[in-house]
């Protein structure tokens, strides 16, 4: 499965672009969609794939908002495929159940210059990474190490800060009123050497109200996850009831980080963890294996079947043969007979 996530892991937010700037827009993919066709969400839309990536979103989600029945929208430039980006733009539609996260912290707690300088490094190489087609990702140490030596560069100097300023980063993820700040420091305090202090840490970072902070902490929380079933006598426990919330998120970061965590977590196939995912979010797994990005669907596409009880073996067949729609014919067919 570990190649199956290497797109899923590395899929980084574009910031916003000036008209004409490379990449365009290779795929558009729409989530949510209940009453609401994906015609009429396109026609709304007003981007269409070919087009360069938008300065802003603000006017797009306004169009898709004033549509009869949309409560939210939500849009998220994600690079890269094929050299192109990935537009994918979320709905929540009237009487749709909507997320509650915490309040946002008030203190004046930020993080030194040093760690951000590493932390923009680290974005400058993670996209310059990914154009480059050098994505290779190595979590055996429960963080993620990359074979771009730029990244891996970077992450190197997270372990020194994890190492010496532990106290300052948790305070920082828990208190500062700067969300740029808070997300950083979730990123970073997952690199500590003691896994087990930072599960409860990264858990609190998936309540933030800002997307980006519930980003890293996901990210970082999906690869601890795989590390905790790999390494069962650190008895490290990664738990789950968030992940599955956020599976019905609007935001498409929230959806992505936390079918990579499920994929990890529902490894060995806890009957009460697949129940709840029938329950609380099949619709938005069904939805999600669709993603015209292999990558992206992939985690959602596996979760579904195990959600189904298929045999692992039958999931893989139908992924490898791109039967989407007979693995999800099937599932259903499964749930609802029961």
Not at 163 to 172: M, N, P, T, Y
Not at 187 to 202: E, M, P, S
Not at 219 to 225: C, K
Request: with cysteine; charged share 25%; proline share 6%.
């Amino acid at each position: 499965m570990t190649k199956l996530l290497l797109l899923v892991s590395l899929s980084v937010l574009l910031p916003g672009q000036t008209y004409g700037q490379e990449p365009p827009i290779g795929i558009i993919d729409f989530y949510g969609l209940h009453s609401l066709s994906e015609r009429q969400a396109r026609q709304a839309l007003q981007i269409k794939e070919g087009d360069p990536v938008p300065t802003s979103h603000k006017e797009a989600e306004r169009r898709l908002e004033a549509l009869p029945n949309v409560r939210q929208a939500s849009i998220a430039n994600v690079c890269c495929e094929a050299g192109k980006a990935l537009l994918y733009v979320g709905i929540r539609e009237k009487g749709a159940p909507s997320l509650q996260f915490r309040p946002a912290p008030q203190g004046s707690i930020r993080l030194p210059e040093t760690m951000l300088r590493a932390g923009d490094a680290f974005g400058d190489a993670l996209e310059e990474g990914l154009l480059k087609g050098d994505a290779g990702e190595d979590d055996s140490q429960g963080h993620a190490l990359n074979s771009y030596p730029k990244l891996r560069a970077a992450q190197e100097q997270f372990i020194v800060f994890a190492a010496q300023d532990f106290k300052l980063l948790r305070a920082v993820l828990r208190e500062s009123a700067d969300a740029r700040h808070r997300a950083l420091a979730a990123q970073i305090i997952a690199y500590t050497a003691n896994k087990r202090d930072v599960v409860q840490d990264l858990v609190y970072g998936m309540s933030d109200p800002d997307g980006d902070v519930r980003n890293s902490s996901l990210r970082a929380l999906a690869v601890l996850a795989d590390f905790a079933q790999r390494s069962p006598e650190r008895r490290i426990e990664v738990p789950v009831e968030p992940f599955i919330d956020l599976l019905n998120s609007i935001v498409w970061t929230d959806r992505n980080k936390s079918s990579m965590a499920l994929l990890h977590l529902t490894e060995k196939r806890d009957p009460a963890i697949l129940s709840k995912l029938r329950e609380r979010a099949l619709p938005s797994l069904v939805e999600m294996s669709r993603w015209k990005s292999r990558g992206h669907a992939s985690s959602p596409f596996f979760l579904l079947g195990r959600a189904g009880n298929l045999p692992e073996a039958e999931i893989l067949k139908y992924w490898q043969s791109d039967n989407r729609e007979g693995l999800i014919e099937e599932v259903l067919r499964r749930v609802k007979s029961k």
